[in-house]
């Protein structure tokens, strides 16, 4: 399996609601990623997890929660999303040892705030 | 961390040979360079990487000149399916803190 899944594809919230995004993968990469993207604009990286501890928050609001339950899995919460949230979630994983194939993203939740 | 420049945007008819350069003045010594391809709404995918020379795969090829500065990816013969965002990156490999430039959105014209 050389895939990230991400579940769903399309996510419609109200601004008072709670949900969560889902991240998997099954190759033994030890680094997952959470990265935001709107339109027409480069992926920027909200949070790193490195062998399941958090390591990187690139000052993430509090609404945004990730949660690394094992090292093949991967959540970000949401609560109390803005409108301006609405954007492309993507979620990658790595290697941290190869020294080649860079990072393997998935293919996205596309987030709407209402 | 190394900033990148790119061209912004590319137009190249279909079947040419299509050269996307990627400047990087402040390349570190462990550092690497990667180029990631993107579709619309479709998570970035890894085309190639190198240290330093010349890499080629199946997809692209990738040029370095000696002081690093500056890296060229090269691909072969575009077709339609080509049209997409290519993403420069410069960072040491196994660093997990993978930062994207502006990109540079090519269009392949028929």
């Known amino acids: 399996d050389t895939e990230v899944t991400q579940t769903p594809k399309h996510l419609v919230m109200g601004m008072t609601n709670k949900k969560s995004l889902k991240c998997e993968q099954h190759m033994g990469h030890r680094a997952m990623y959470w990265y935001k993207q709107k339109a027409k604009k480069p992926p920027e990286l909200m949070f790193v997890?490195?062998?399941?501890?958090?390591?990187i928050n690139e000052s993430v609001p509090s609404r945004f929660s990730p949660e690394c339950p094992n090292s093949s899995l991967l959540n970000l919460h949401l609560h109390a999303l803005q409108p301006e949230d609405s954007a492309l979630y993507l979620c990658?994983?790595?290697?941290?040892?190869?020294?080649?194939?860079?990072?393997?993203f998935g293919s996205g939740t596309r987030l709407t705030v209402v | 961390l190394a900033k990148t420049t790119q061209p912004i945007s590319m137009d190249s008819y279909e079947g040419q040979e299509v050269n996307i350069t990627c400047s990087h003045n402040?390349?570190?010594?462990?550092?690497?360079i990667t180029w990631y391809q993107q579709f619309p709404s479709q998570g970035p995918r890894f085309i190639i990487q190198?240290?330093?020379t010349k890499v080629t795969n199946e997809v692209a090829s990738l040029f370095i000149p000696a002081d690093r500065k500056s890296s060229t990816l090269s691909l072969p013969r575009v077709s339609l399916s080509d049209t997409a965002v290519y993403y420069c990156?410069?960072?040491?490999?196994?660093?997990?803190?993978?930062?994207f430039g502006t990109g540079t959105r090519l269009t392949v014209i028929p």
């Open positions: 990658a994983s790595s290697t941290q040892v190869s020294p080649s194939g860079g990072y393997t």
């Open positions: 997890y490195s062998y399941e501890k958090l390591s």
């Open positions: 402040n390349i570190a010594t462990n550092d690497y």
């Open positions: 990156l410069v960072g040491e490999v196994g660093a997990n803190n993978l930062f």
């Open positions: 190198g240290y330093k």
